[in-house]
């Protein structure tokens, strides 16, 4: 998906070194440094907290609670150890995370007092339909995930966390963490319509 | 009917790339005697590779960008000394707290990394909030002063505005005292939290200082808790200092005695 030619990748250096200079100067308590910071960043900030939260109101929440950890810890950015961006969408993936295992656990309690939450099978179909229309695959197919499905992938892949792992911070036997990335890897791919 | 050791269950692992060492070295078997696993885990390594991290990007909303700015403004940085406890917290999901007791970020944020969390000015933060955010709601701001809602809009300005600075200092006795200004706007607030209520027959008054001459900014209120925030009268000009004095009830015209906090713009 980022197939990168030469120009572009001199861009993104010149991109990469602009977002160092600003992160430094964030550290040092330039608030205007910050603003800069925040319009080259926040788009993509947003468009990856709404692809693993879904939610609108709440990627919004999500992307102010990063760029609230952004001012606080700029400091601590090393332009060393990686680039701003992926140090920036690191964080935003880890909040995104706890956001939705926030709501997946609130769905359990939910659950656990009786409380079901129906998806009707034609407001499923109404719903793929529209989002094929709009594009979007990968955000559609996301979409298509329940949130249990869409957590444990999400601390898999960009959590990087292992089975045993992600069973602990849920607090569910390993046997239903593989069940349940395997259902929604299934999904995953029937929705993007992969066949080999 | 459980099949937590069937090695069919590890594919999916296995193209998101976050299986151990041992359980690839299992599935890797299992691929190598079965073709069928081979057609699905190629086919699981085209969904994930899908995955990108690259989401297109989608412009937030503009007021979001104030409600940033505004609580920026009013929290405090961490140094970069990479001793604290917090750094691994940072750098990893520990995954330890329960999702069930997950609060506000701001809130953890505050709980682990301010020492002494300014209180007044969280509050002063989450009245921002709400102003921007078009959402007043009158009381909301629990201990807030009427002056103090009353000024909010203008702290909201301030804080909000692209030239907006911030210096602190400590008071003597123990506190703090943060001017927050905009040089654009030519307006300043002071937050104070541990300041002593001044004796009953005298007041604290805020100042504006050039050189050696002082112009009164108002009388500052300070609440019970010793917490409070004022958007200070008058134009603030390139340079100015923020003095604070004890002066008789009701004010004076110049400063009486020695400022008992400055602030250097």
Avoid: C
């Avoid at chain 1, 719903?127 to 992938?153: C, P």
């Avoid at chain 2, 790339?17 to 699905?40: D, I, K, M, N, V």
């Avoid at chain 2, 944020?109 to 989450?126: D, E, F, K, L």
């Amino acid at each position: 998906m980022t197939a990168g030619t030469g120009p572009e990748l001199e861009g993104a250096d010149a991109a990469s070194a602009q977002l160092d200079a600003l992160l430094h100067r964030v550290a040092r308590g330039d608030q205007a440094a910050f603003g800069d910071l925040y319009d080259l960043t926040a788009p993509r900030v947003l468009g990856m907290v709404l692809r693993l939260v879904i939610d609108r109101a709440q990627s919004e929440e999500v992307t102010q609670e990063v760029f609230l950890e952004i001012w606080q810890s700029a400091s601590r950015f090393d332009p060393n150890k990686g680039k701003a961006m992926t140090w920036i969408l690191t964080m935003a993936r880890r909040r995104a995370i706890d956001r939705i295992r926030a709501s997946q656990a609130a769905r359990d309690r939910d659950t656990r007092v009786g409380v079901r939450h129906f998806q009707g099978e034609y407001d499923d179909v109404a719903e793929t339909a529209e989002l094929r229309i709009e594009g979007g695959k990968v955000d559609a197919a996301m979409r298509e995930l329940s949130d249990a499905q869409r957590l444990v992938i999400s601390l898999a892949y960009y959590g990087g966390q292992s089975h045993s792992e992600i069973a602990d911070n849920l607090g569910v036997p390993i046997g239903t963490v593989k069940t349940r990335l395997r259902d929604g890897m299934i999904r995953l791919r029937t929705v993007m319509g992969v066949t080999s | 009917m459980t099949h937590d050791d069937d090695p069919e269950l590890l594919a999916p692992g296995y193209a998101l790339g976050s299986l151990t060492p041992a359980e690839t070295a299992a599935y890797e078997a299992f691929l190598a005697r079965s073709p069928s696993a081979r057609a699905e885990a190629e086919e699981f390594q085209r969904v994930a590779a899908a995955l990108t991290l690259d989401a297109p990007p989608v412009n937030p909303p503009a007021q979001l960008k104030a409600r940033i700015l505004a609580q920026v403004a009013a929290t405090p940085q961490l140094p970069a000394d990479s001793d604290t406890p917090l750094q691994p917290d940072e750098l990893a999901d520990s995954g330890a707290e329960d999702p069930a007791e997950l609060g506000p970020a701001a809130l953890r944020a505050r709980a682990r990394w301010s020492r002494r969390p300014i209180i007044v000015m969280a509050a002063a933060a989450a009245a921002i909030v709400l102003f921007v955010g078009g959402a007043l709601v009158g009381g909301v701001f629990g201990g807030g002063t009427s002056l103090e809602q009353a000024q909010s809009p203008t702290l909201a300005q301030i804080v909000s505005s692209p030239d907006s600075q911030r210096a602190s200092v400590p008071i003597a006795g123990g506190g703090t005292a943060t001017l927050v200004w905009s040089g654009e706007l030519g307006k300043s607030a002071l937050f104070v939290d541990g300041l002593d209520t001044p004796p009953a027959d005298k007041t604290y008054e805020l100042w504006y200082m050039r050189g050696d001459s002082a112009q009164s900014a108002g009388i500052l209120q300070v609440g019970r808790d010793g917490t409070s925030w004022q958007v200070l009268n008058g134009t603030m000009q390139g340079g100015d200092s923020v003095g604070v004095t004890v002066e008789p009830k009701g004010g004076s015209t110049t400063p009486s005695g020695t400022p008992i906090i400055v602030i250097q713009s």
